[in-house]
C-alpha cells in the first residue's frame, strides 16, 4: 500500500502514470488503481458526510479510505471527522 499521494507500482516502485501496466517493469496495474479509485471515491463520500454534518459516517468512510491508499489529507479528514463526532455525541 503507497503512504503518499504518489502511487507506486508494487513490482519496481515507478510511479503510477496513466496506462494501466508500468512503465518501467510492465506490471499490470489496474488492481492498485482500482483500489486508489475506491480509496479516493470513499474520501469524497467522507467530505460530503462532513458538509453534511453526518460525522461518524464521515469518519467510517475516511477511515475505510485510510486503510485502502494512505494520504495525509484522508488522515487529516479521518481525524477531523471523529473529532467532530465525539463532540456531536457529547452535546447529543
Avoid: I, N, W
Avoid at 469518519?59 to 488522515?75: I, P, V
Amino acid at each position: 500500500m503507497a503512504t503518499s499521494m504518489d502511487l507506486q507500482c508494487p513490482a519496481c516502485k515507478a510511479r503510477f502514470r496513466t496506462e494501466r501496466r508500468c512503465s518501467r517493469c510492465g506490471a499490470d496495474l489496474s488492481q492498485p488503481m482500482r483500489v486508489a479509485a475506491r480509496a479516493y471515491a470513499l474520501r469524497r463520500q467522507a467530505r460530503q458526510a462532513l458538509c453534511e454534518g453526518r460525522y461518524e459516517k464521515a469518519f467510517e468512510a475516511a477511515s475505510e479510505a485510510q486503510e485502502l491508499h494512505q494520504t495525509a489529507l484522508g488522515r487529516k479528514t479521518m481525524l477531523v471527522a471523529g473529532v467532530l463526532d465525539m463532540v456531536s455525541v457529547r452535546r447529543g
